[in-house]
């Protein structure tokens, strides 16, 4: 069950920026856990994208950008490439146990 | 080089019991906490189950607590997901994937690259 909420889609040209919020609750993104995002490809392993709100692993372009307020969370494309046309997701912690991570709901990135 | 290469799906039927393996390379397998999260047919992430590094701790969701079990042997540095009892609904790419911790907000990196269960009569 997705916690996170994200638009099921954006779109821009090349070139554009574009940006996707995550937004969550008081039991997680609100409880001060870090929001983390994903790139996912049909046939691919998910790719970590963005850690810790705002840091981005080694090999992650800088056009990548993360950030995180109260119980919600961006991530901002800019100078949008064709090869950005994926899907991505948020992922955070949760005070429940029964839902120890939770994602979201994904959006689909086009490049138009 | 970090690697998680998963296998053991396959087609079954409802009820029936499959167990999906994952064998990790390139890092110090008995150090990691490790994670089993799926991906149904057009839908999202959902985190499926968490053991620690000594296998001694298993977190799951409601929504296979019962049904699964996720256990690891550290001298193979090979994961296990036991999957009983299933259900159309379980039909997903199963991706195994490491933390650096359990419950201090860690992320998911590396992420294997998945494993297809289908579950149909």
């Known amino acids: 069950q997705s916690v996170l909420t994200q638009p099921p889609s954006v779109s821009g040209a090349p070139g554009q920026r574009v940006t996707i919020s995550c937004t969550g609750g008081s039991s997680n993104i609100g409880a001060g856990y870090d929001v983390h995002w994903y790139q996912s490809l049909p046939g691919t392993a998910p790719k970590l994208l963005i850690y810790g709100n705002n840091n981005r692993p080694a090999g992650v372009p800088d056009r990548f950008s993360g950030s995180k307020s109260d119980t919600s969370a961006s991530l901002a494309i800019s100078g949008l490439q064709p090869e950005d046309e994926a899907d991505y997701y948020c992922q955070s912690s949760d005070t429940s146990l029964s839902d120890l991570y939770v994602f979201g709901t994904g959006t689909k990135v086009t490049v138009l | 080089q970090v690697r998680l290469v998963e296998s053991g799906g396959g087609v079954v039927q409802p009820g029936r019991s499959l167990r999906l393996s994952c064998a990790a390379s390139?890092?110090?397998?008995?150090?990691?906490?490790m994670h089993w999260v799926r991906q149904a047919p057009g839908k999202g992430l959902e985190w499926v189950a968490t053991?620690?590094?000594?296998?001694?701790?298993?977190y799951y969701p409601d929504s296979v607590k019962g049904r699964f079990t996720v256990s690891r042997d550290n001298s193979k540095d090979t994961l296990y997901l036991q999957m009983n009892s299933l259900r159309v609904e379980d039909t997903a790419e199963y991706h195994c994937a490491r933390t650096n911790a359990i419950s201090t907000g860690p992320w998911f990196d590396p992420w294997g690259q998945g494993t297809l269960v289908s579950v149909s009569s």
């Open positions: 390139g890092f110090s397998f008995s150090n990691y906490p």
């Open positions: 053991i620690s590094s000594d296998g001694t701790t298993l």
